[in-house]
């Protein structure tokens, strides 16, 4: 039986990779053509111990895992590919990102699973709203859409990317 990593321990260093996690956010990037397939699938996993990471799945495999992988189940995957997390905007603290392959072996285990199903970890608007905080990484909040913002677009090294501002109120304004 495979050793059982925790999610907090994942890096490239470590040789055949197993964990036990929860799919709790798992969406599809559309491809840019007209392929019926998904550019990509994107999923944040969390442990029994509250860890949590960003996992992907490039076009390459996507045919693969499409059909597998589903947002609120457990599973054992084991075999896959860990890079560093960089980017814009980041789903996790992690230091990593996992890359399942034509290798990663899933297994979905039963629904008693010791697993929770949400990983909340709310952030005050004050935090947000502090000086110096990162900005780079997705946050859970709790509040009401006040606003929905016109698209706009951000311009960085060449690349360009589509975003829309909300506006968040909570109770005491």
Not at 115 to 136: E, M
């Amino acid at each position: 039986m495979a050793s059982i990593h925790k999610i907090a321990d994942i890096n490239p260093t470590i040789d055949n990779l197993c964990v036990r996690i929860r799919v709790i956010r798992l969406w599809t990037l559309p491809s840019y053509g007209n392929s019926p397939l998904p550019y990509s699938i994107e999923m944040v996993w969390l442990d029994e111990d509250g860890g949590k990471i960003h996992a992907s799945v490039k076009k390459a495999f996507v045919s693969r895992f499409v059909n597998l992988l589903e947002e609120g189940i457990s599973y054992q995957i084991r075999y896959f590919g860990v890079g560093l997390n960089k980017g814009y905007f980041k789903t996790t603290h992690h230091e990593y990102v996992v890359n399942l392959n034509q290798r990663t072996d899933v297994h979905r285990l039963p629904e008693s699973s010791s697993i929770p199903r949400y990983g909340f970890k709310f952030v005050s608007f004050d935090t947000l709203n502090a000086p110096g905080y990162d900005c780079t990484y997705l946050v859970d909040v709790v509040g009401y859409l006040a606003e929905i913002g016109n698209e706009k677009t951000l311009e960085k090294d060449d690349k360009s990317t589509k975003y829309t501002v909300i506006e968040l109120e909570i109770d005491d304004g």
